[in-house]
């Protein structure tokens, strides 16, 4: 299969982020898309190919315009404010405050339009922000194009980005841009399967009140994981919606035997829902050795996921999400990819 992959990725580098009691260099860098890019070249996955340019048409429609505004204009707004390195936010509208006036201050507003302090902005993230973005839309024409299957190598992820709202690496939310796309030329239904260790709580949110946008989402239980406020199982869409949104939350330390059986129950929903196409948000961070997540998934488990998914035989587009050992990210993602096509 193709991948679609930009080098403007690179851009995004040298963030940093709160971790648990300290300030640390962000786990989502640039060397995350490049052991990827090695992997594939190494295997021989398929050609890799860039981007097309893409406006942000079909992003307004799933994002905010004003939260699209914000992401372009954040980093020159902080280096005007007299700031430098990266920007991050220190303070949210929860509960009782307002969420209906947005700040004029480049500290207000980032706080704004953001749920955590994982989304940091440097001089060259709206960039690589856009890249991303062009990737998953790139990777959309391929598979809208007649191929079985493409692969968005997106960097900055994207599954926990909202309608107006940053968070947790992510930006532009990519798999739901792409979702929109399919739909925008004449798919009747699109499943979004997220197998990433985290909830994709950016993906639900945008589509939790649609019926033309299937949710199913494995993830860590929120109990005890990020992003700890969205994710469980009760969850099934709002209005419209309703039926259309699937959480299956899993305990600490699940491993193969586990996780492939949330796999297989949300296969039987992806197939019930007889979608057009089906959008893989592929996280390879329930690996054992992830240094942020607390699943036990092997390197030999990936291409059973790959395999698994072929089986559903729907036009498949891979969108990348997390992944944070990076020594292993490139085996594991590219190893669902070559599995999907054994
Ligand atoms: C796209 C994606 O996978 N985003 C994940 C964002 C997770 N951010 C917060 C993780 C907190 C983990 N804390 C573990 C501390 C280990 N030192
Ligand atoms: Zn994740």
């Known amino acids: 299969m193709k991948t679609v992959f930009s080098p403007r990725h690179a851009g995004h580098s040298g963030n940093v982020e709160l971790d648990t009691n300290e300030i640390v260099p962000a786990y989502e860098k ?18 890799i190919v860039e981007p ?37 936010p220190y303070v949210w509208p929860t509960r009782a405050l307002r969420a209906d006036v947005v700040p004029t201050s480049i500290e207000g507003k980032i706080g704004f339009y953001a749920f955590d302090a994982g989304a940091t902005f440097v001089a060259g ?13 790139s990777a959309a024409s391929l598979v809208e194009s007649g191929e079985p ?3 968005a190598l997106c960097r900055p992820p994207g599954h926990h980005a909202g309608s107006n709202f940053a968070g947790g690496y992510c930006f532009i939310n990519n798999a739901a841009v792409a979702a929109q ?21 950016g993906t639900q949110e945008i589509f939790y009140r649609r019926s033309d946008v299937q949710v199913v989402n494995l993830h860590a239980d929120p109990l005890f994981e990020y992003p700890h406020f969205l994710g469980h199982a009760d969850e099934g869409g709002e209005g419209a919606g309703e039926g259309f949104n699937h959480n299956l939350p899993m305990a600490r330390g699940t ?12 296969f039987k929903l992806v197939s019930d829902y007889t979608p057009d196409v089906l959008i893989v948000s592929l996280g390879v961070d329930t690996f054992e050795r992830d240094p942020i997540s607390q699943f036990k998934l092997v390197s030999d488990d990936y ?9 559903l035989r729907l036009p498949t587009l891979f969108v990348m999400e997390g ?15 070559t599995g999907f096509e054994d």
């Open 30 to 47: 640039p060397s995350r898309a490049e052991f990827i890019r090695a992997r594939i070249e190494a295997v021989g996955l398929g050609p």
């Open 52 to 88: 097309q340019a893409h406006g942000l048409e079909t992003a307004r429609k799933v994002h905010d315009p004003a939260y699209l505004e914000f992401l372009e204009s954040v980093y020159p707004e902080w280096l005007a404010a007299g700031r430098s390195g990266t920007a991050m």
């Open 125 to 137: 993230t709206w960039d690589a922000v856009r890249s991303s973005h062009d990737s998953a839309l």
């Open 149 to 151: 299957a493409a692969f």
């Open 181 to 201: 796309w399919f739909l925008d030329q004449g798919a009747k239904r699109v499943s979004i399967l997220d197998v990433d260790y985290h909830h994709g709580n």
């Open 255 to 266: 491993d193969w035997s586990g996780w492939s059986k949330a796999l297989e129950r949300g």
């Open 303 to 311: 291409p059973k996921i790959g395999r698994e998914i072929a089986r």
């Open 323 to 337: 992944g944070y050992a990076v020594e292993e990210i490139g085996i594991n993602a590219v190893g669902v990819l």
